[in-house]
């Protein structure tokens, strides 16, 4: 079992930025590929960026050039930066480790973007 503790999230107004991190319980973070959820409220929860092993990344259109995931696997973390926040990113923010058929999540943090 992985647990995953978020930190990082609050409130910002438009324009803002916000750097989240995500620290594992697990001496083989670095095989895990990671990645950021949302979930908006009413809204199913969407992907925002993952990071493989080797440090390929995938992006939704939505954040592209205003998010950045990254990892530090001597940290065991995994963070997003967000820049240029928009009242459309608030939501709660999710962390995720996968792999084979081990799957864990994090409890969430809290982002919200006032106008």
């Known amino acids: 079992q992985v647990q995953l503790v978020e930190s990082g999230g609050g409130s910002v107004q438009a324009g803002g930025s916000l750097r989240l991190s995500c620290a594992a319980s697990?001496?083989?973070?670095?095989?895990?590929?990671l990645a950021w959820y949302r979930q908006a409220p009413g809204k199913q929860r969407e992907l925002v960026q993952s990071?493989?092993?080797?440090?390929?990344?995938t992006s939704a259109d939505s954040v592209k050039g205003r998010f950045t995931i990254s990892r530090d696997n001597a940290r065991n973390t995994v963070y997003l930066q967000m820049n240029s926040l928009k009242p459309e990113d608030t939501a709660v923010y999710y962390c995720?480790?996968?792999?084979?058929?081990?799957?864990?999540w994090g409890q969430g943090t809290q982002v919200t973007v006032s106008s």
């Open positions: 697990t001496n083989r973070f670095s095989i895990y590929t």
């Open positions: 995720n480790a996968k792999y084979a058929y081990a799957n864990f």
């Open positions: 990071i493989a092993s080797n440090g390929d990344t």
